[in-house]
């Protein structure tokens, strides 16, 4: 069973509507016998659920949450939720999309209560330079690393809330009014939210230009 | 007057005013923004995958099976001592300052199990008051519990060497914390610790 789970470019294409369609999960499919034996306690079947979901779910915690130790974490305390109450999904909705919500809830719970802890702007600066110069074998910063790397490090730069809010929306494909109710807040919260998240790469990305026209 | 970013990512989601979307149609700038900020959005798309860099599978089945045997850890009794017991006597055979950091992580991580025991206690204590208990206080206590059984897992794969190490300790630090976050839950029944 190939799984293209996180194959979210294949799917955001120019100008298409924002929405489901761009939720990159849906395009996933579950082996149905598979979800079967491990709603019966098939311990088999949970260790196969655990290796196809294993790098989305580290991936997805990952990008919300701020350092590999937190992302390993989600991922063990998600996996644990997921299998343990598996034999109450019905689903409805897919597999994939309920495992990336138990997910996404976990890194946003992790989120709020570290945001006491440590500052984040700092820690964010302090991780993307960490990121920057891992890629680069220490040498160069940004300046010659592929642009994608350019994008990841600028990723890990922005403040966590600006951050969990462009990836839930612009990558996951969840609306405004569905991240608000997973963080608590407004959809309005979740829009100037985004503004935020895309002001602050621009600036990072292209440090010279102008912002957007206002 | 140019479109705000706000009302540019509103326009490239399709969810924009009438207003908005006319005027980006017809904006040379505007409408180069928001082919910008849908550049930005396939890159991020584009992010290579990741993967965790250690197999964590095993202290997942560990823990899940922990939960199978419901509250295993309170209904056992002295889940702490079973865990720690393999460290429990180690006096430093060689002398010297190895000696003395053995003999001191034997002692806090002594100390943290000893703190454990008594939380458990307390847990022990509580559980048998029968309340009833909220919706959103058992999801937080069912949290815990989780986390709870992952560090139980970590520490009954670690635990058999004579002299605990500094990660046995944090574990074991974390233990504590999370029990007394359980004890928290159960005498204040709030559903929101701070975790
Ligand atoms: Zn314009």
Known sequence: ?214 | MHLSLEHLLAVRDGEATADAAGHAASCPECGAEIERLRTIQRGLAALPEDRPEQDFWPGVRAALAAHRNRRHWLAAGWAAAGLAAAFTLTIGVRGGLEAWHEAKLSRETGELVAASQQLEQQLRTYGSAGRVVSGRTAGTIVQIEDRIALVDAQLSRAGSDRVPSQDVLSLWQERVRLLDALVSVQTSRTAYVGL
Not at chain 1, 28 to 52: M, Q, S
Not at chain 1, 78 to 98: P, Q
Not at chain 1, 192 to 198: F, K
């Open chain 1, 1 to 214: 069973m190939a799984l293209n789970f996180f194959e979210p470019a294949t799917v955001l294409h120019l100008g298409e509507p924002r929405g489901a369609t761009t939720r990159p999960a849906q395009t996933t499919i579950v082996d149905e016998l598979v979800l079967a034996r491990a709603k019966a306690g098939n311990e088999a079947a949970f260790e196969t659920l655990y290796r196809h979901f294993e790098a989305p779910v580290y991936t997805l915690a990952r990008r919300l949450t701020r350092t590999p130790h937190d992302a390993e974490d989600v991922l063990q305390e998600t996996f644990l939720e997921v299998l343990r109450s598996i034999g109450r999904f019905r689903g409805d909705g897919s597999f994939a999309g309920w495992i990336r919500k138990v997910t996404a809830s976990k890194a946003l719970m992790r989120l709020r209560t570290q945001r006491s802890r440590v500052p984040e702007e700092e820690l964010s600066e302090e991780l993307a330079d960490a990121i920057a110069a891992d890629r680069n074998h220490g040498v160069t910063p940004i300046a010659t690393a592929p642009e994608r790397l350019d994008l990841e490090a600028a990723l890990a730069r922005l403040p966590n809330t600006a951050r969990a809010v462009i990836w839930l929306h612009d990558v996951e494909g969840y609306s405004h009014d569905e991240i608000a109710a997973m963080v608590g807040k407004t959809a309005s919260f979740s829009k100037s939210q985004l503004a935020r998240a895309h002001a602050r790469l621009r600036e990072m990305l292209e440090p010279t230009s102008e912002g957007p026209c206002t």
